[in-house]
Nanobody
């Protein structure tokens, strides 16, 4: 059973930065896709970025372009989401998810069947 563990969330002031990490258990076989999603209170979960261990083009949603950067360290089975210029509206629970079928070009919730527990990001002064 694949397991994912997010870390790096917390409280940050507007304009600040956070780097989230997603550690994938050794039971994941290559290649696979990692997706980053978030869900704010009272809102639906939305996609942020999706990428693959196979080196394909990283997908970003409009909310992420210019401020968020995702990456993956294949050797360490760890993905990262660098978030800069954070705004109060970025406050949400952030999740990473894994798609064993490596459909990173479909950056949507339905493509991902293994999810982490989420990490809270709060942007507030």
């Amino acid at each position: 059973q694949v397991q994912l563990v997010e870390s790096g969330g917390g409280l940050v002031e507007p304009g600040g930065s956070l780097r989230l990490s997603c550690s994938v258990s050794r039971f994941a076989s290559y290649p696979y896709a990692i997706g980053w999603f978030r869900q704010a209170p009272g809102k639906e979960r939305e996609a942020i970025s999706c990428l693959t261990t196979a080196g394909g083009t990283i997908q970003y949603s409009d909310l992420a372009k210019g401020r968020f950067t995702s990456s993956i360290d294949v050797a360490k089975n760890t993905a990262h989401l660098q978030m800069d210029s954070l705004k109060p509206e970025d406050t949400a629970v952030y999740y990473c998810a894994l798609d064993k079928l490596n459909r990173y070009y479909h950056c949507a919730e339905w493509a991902y069947d293994n999810w982490g527990q989420g990490t809270q990001v709060t942007v507030s002064s």
